[in-house]
């Protein structure tokens, strides 16, 4: 059974009082627990049965500029003291840190710690019923097709959790979460040719789910259009990111934006702030206080109150991602994005997929990336790739065994459209991407 959100307020508030005791001049903790069911189904048997429970906790604390940090999954009284000790001897032989410190009071969540954002939705599940949803979501893959021969299997996971963070300031807040997922992983075969391909969907509320045949029809859907896979040869031409793969565009650039990427000067867009790195139609934003949001939460990992706003704007960068401590390495306020951007969205251009394979006429859809070719310093961006070549604005044939490359900075000035093909699973919202050009390189 999970601790409640007012047992871990406890947990937070005997943290402090410890600090206090110890001597520290200020302190903040958080403390969680999560628990939950994993089930997965291979060919129509159940594989595996996985019951989750975790907890943990973690103070930090201050000795003027001094910090030190520990933590513990045991939430047991002796384990709370020991922790809170060990992180007083850390911060006691720390450097001075003149940027370190507690969120700015004025800055914190005060006014909504208690905030429902609606993200608890417990799904009372059976590991029968769970068997049951996955075996009608596999069971929809492996009938989609015949040259469906294989399969990975269906997972089910249910989770719920509490997570209370609190600090020597006085503010306190927590809430409990709830998310649920569904996923398929299946081979096509057709001759020589053979490919794998998945889908899935994660929501707060169980309700929300996609319904199991549905997550499975696509998956196989999406194996089945791999078959034939051809090599291409080596050319210039436009590309068009996939909804799902675009995501990983959207992360680079926010990974730019980050403030401690920016005071390491370890960011390909360094001291960008109010620069045109995009088309001036293009807006990036988070909105953290969407209901049921993936990454929803009133308040950040500091307490610093979080609200909707936008990261690009008119093409331009219109702020960093900011934690309090880089924020002050750079001479600005915190941003309220310590633990990073809540529910990110890309704004679309308006057009369909189909209307921007017309518009492409000739070039590459890619529909999966391999490899971890990107350069956060430079940009440079190298990575293996799988897809569509089109032709006349129309899927000629599925391509592998290929490698795209280009700059980050390039790409996003040559972004030409994003579609209004945003309903992807996730907390980051996006439709296709267009790159006016990139390098294929094939044989």
């Given at each position: 059974?999970?601790?409640s ?7 937070v ?31 129509g048997?159940?594989e ?19 910090k ?20 007083c001897?850390?911060?006691?032989h ?33 590991p ?78 169980p ?55 920016q ?45 909707a ?54 070039g ?17 961006y190298?990575?293996g ?11 000629a ?23 209004n ?23």
């Amino acid at each position: 059974m999970n601790l409640s959100v007012e047992q871990l307020e406890e947990k937070v508030a005997d943290l402090l009082a410890e600090a206090r005791k110890l001597g520290a001049s200020a302190a903040e903790a958080a403390v969680s627990t999560n628990a939950g069911l994993s089930l997965t189904v291979r060919l129509g048997d159940v594989e595996t049965i996985e019951h989750t429970r975790d907890q943990g906790l973690g103070v930090t604390v201050w000795f003027g500029q001094r910090k030190g940090s520990a933590s513990t999954t045991d939430l047991g009284p002796d384990a709370l003291r020991e922790t809170v000790a060990r992180a007083c001897t850390i911060a006691r032989h720390a450097a001075e840190d003149p940027c370190t410190g507690l969120a700015d009071p004025e800055r914190l969540a005060t006014d909504r710690a208690t905030l429902d954002l609606d993200l608890h939705h417990p799904w009372p599940l059976s590991p029968e019923e769970a068997a049951d949803l996955a075996r009608r979501c596999e069971a929809a893959a492996l009938d989609f097709d015949p040259r469906i021969t294989n399969s990975e299997g269906a997972t089910l996971t249910t989770g719920e959790g509490s997570f209370v963070y609190g600090n020597s300031l006085g503010f306190m807040g927590g809430y409990p979460t709830t998310r649920h997922s569904l996923s398929c992983i299946v081979m096509a075969k057709d001759g020589d040719s053979a490919q794998r391909d998945w889908w899935y969907d994660s929501r707060r509320a169980p309700e929300e789910l996609a319904d199991p045949e549905a997550i499975g029809r696509t998956a196989g859907e999406r194996a089945i259009a791999r078959l034939g896979a051809r090599k291409i040869a080596t050319c210039e031409a436009p590309v068009l990111f996939r909804a799902d793969v675009a995501t990983g565009l959207a992360r680079a650039l926010i990974g730019a934006l980050r403030g401690h990427a920016q005071y390491r000067q370890a960011s390909f867009l360094l001291d960008s702030l109010g620069e045109q790195v995009f088309p001036d139609w293009v807006r990036i934003h988070e909105d953290p206080l969407l209901p049921r949001g993936l990454a929803s939460a009133p308040f950040d990992n500091e307490g610093v109150a979080t609200r909707a706003q936008d990261f690009i704007h008119q093409g331009q960068v219109a702020r960093y991602v900011l934690d309090s401590y880089s924020a002050r390495k750079l001479g600005l306020q915190s941003t309220g994005n310590a633990g990073g951007a809540r529910n990110l969205a890309v704004e679309s251009s308006g057009q369909s997929f189909d209307a921007l394979l017309q518009r492409m006429d000739r070039g590459l859809v890619v529909t999966e990336l391999m490899g971890q070719g990107v350069n956060p310093v430079t940009g440079d961006y190298s990575r293996g790739a799988a897809g569509f070549w089109i032709e006349n604005g129309a899927i000629a044939h599925p391509v592998e065994e290929i490698t795209i490359a280009g700059n980050l900075r390039e790409m996003y000035r040559q972004l030409l459209a994003v579609g209004n093909d945003d309903q992807i699973p996730g907390s980051l919202r996006t439709g296709s991407w267009l790159i006016e050009r990139m390098t294929i390189a094939g044989h």
